[in-house]
T-cell receptor, first 115, second 113 residues
Framework: NAGVTQTPKFQVLKTGQSMTLQCAQD?????MSWYRQDPGMGLRLIHY???????DQGEVPNGYNVSRSTTEDFPLRLLSAAPSQTSVYFC??????????????FGPGTRLTVL | AQSVAQPEDQVNVAEGNPLTVKCTYS??????LFWYVQYPNRGLQFLLK??????LVKGSYGFEAEFNKSQTSFHLKKPSALVSDSALYFC???????????FGTGTRLLVSP
């Protein structure tokens, strides 16, 4: 299993440009989520999905869109990039069934710089 | 709403000494509690979790954590630190029955030789 994969690893955008961060998992996990990591602020939840066709907002959703057309993929779209979106972005997934706590598995991250 | 506090930005410890990284939490119901570790330029790796049962949870790389319901704490511990344990550690919590995971701000652990 490849686990959770993210592309690209690095990206530089100009203000106003749009782009999509890709995330895929091959563990058949129902739950997928996007976080951003900023110094001193930990990880903050942007959007999440509990299954194909179902998405919801996290703590910091403004400026980001998501969709979940398949179980495997959960892309994150920046419609008009702003310098405040400079960050490291992590995708994560987990199983939702059972009672074992369902720890999340994280991808390697995408480092985004908006100039 | 769920929340997690990691009161120390950084913990310094000498190799071979015991280490503790502190975490306190707040949830409305029963908590699922997690510790993750992040090495430089890497994603987060799961270390251990508390679901129910024994308050002392053992995880990867010799780490353990103690759940204390009365103090709403879940401190990470290791009896003998290694230089290779130097990394960023995150505590996280979610309410039972919900999927959203809330993270603390992280604690940088520096283990000196």
């Amino acid at each position: 299993n490849a686990g959770v994969t993210q592309t690209p690893k690095f990206q530089v955008l100009k203000t106003g440009q749009s782009m999509t961060l890709q995330c895929a998992q091959d563990m058949n996990h129902e739950y997928m989520s996007w976080y951003r990591q900023d110094p001193g602020m930990g990880l903050r939840l942007i959007h999440y999905s509990v299954g194909a066709g179902i998405t919801d907002q996290g703590e910091v959703p403004n400026g980001y869109n998501v969709s979940r057309s398949t179980t495997e993929d959960f892309p994150l779209r920046l419609l008009s990039a702003a310098p405040s979106q400079t960050s490291v972005y992590f995708c994560a997934s987990s199983y939702t069934g059972g009672e074992d706590g369902n720890e999340q598995f994280f991808g390697p991250g995408t480092r985004l710089t908006v100039l | 709403a769920q929340s997690v506090a990691q009161p120390e930005d950084q913990v310094n410890v000498a190799e071979g000494n015991p280490l503790t990284v502190k975490c306190t939490y707040s949830v409305s119901g029963n908590p699922y509690l997690f510790w993750y570790v992040q090495y430089p330029n890497r994603g987060l790796q799961f270390l251990l979790k508390y679901i129910t049962g024994d308050n002392l949870v053992k995880g990867s790389y010799g780490f353990e954590a103690e759940f204390n319901k009365s103090q709403t704490s879940f401190h990470l511990k290791k009896p003998s630190a290694l230089v290779s344990d130097s990394a960023l550690y995150f505590c996280a919590v979610r309410d039972v029955g919900f999927q959203k995971l809330v993270f603390g701000t992280g604690t940088r652990l520096l283990v000196s030789p």
